[in-house]
């Protein structure tokens, strides 16, 4: 490998591995945040996370394209880059359980807002039956509407 080259994929390996340290913080804080159920904090590193999911899906397509270059890099910096990697995975699938309990969890809570809502409707309103006098509410064709923002 030619030592412009050389340096040049150093410098990229350098840049793949900040990312991937970057990335792999801003994971760490999600999941606390996600552990506290602090939506706003998830909010506010969504911005970041974006970002850095580019940057990381950037690096990982040059890598895969130049992976005959990277046999030739020093053993040490492989290690760092393979350490950076598997750290990140791990966050990676934490984050992943995290997110899907979350958000089953937030359906479970909308699902028993919306049964207890129907289960108090039929219970406290009434309507004309068939025979045009008052009858209990049938909700069976009742709208209703959620935020499913919750």
């Known amino acids: 490998m030619e030592e412009t080259g050389k340096t040049e994929l150093l410098q990229k390996i350098d840049d793949y591995n900040e990312v991937l340290v970057n990335f792999s913080n801003v994971l760490r804080q999600e999941n606390q945040a996600l552990n506290a159920f602090d939506v706003d904090a998830v909010s506010a590193l969504l911005e970041q996370k974006s970002k850095l999911s580019l940057a990381y899906r950037t690096m990982v397509a040059f ?3 130049h992976q005959e270059e990277l046999k030739g890099v020093a053993e040490g910096v492989k290690e760092q880059l393979k350490h950076n990697s598997l750290e990140l995975e791990k966050l990676f699938r934490e984050n992943d359980l995290l997110l899907k ?8 809570v909308v699902g028993a807002i919306v049964d207890a809502t129907k289960m108090a409707a039929v219970a406290q309103a009434t309507s004309y039956g068939a025979h045009g006098t008052y009858a209990p509410l049938s909700n069976r064709n009742s709208a209703m509407a959620v935020n499913r923002t919750l």
């Open 63 to 65: 890598f895969i394209k």
């Open 101 to 108: 309990t979350r958000m089953e969890a937030s359906k479970t």
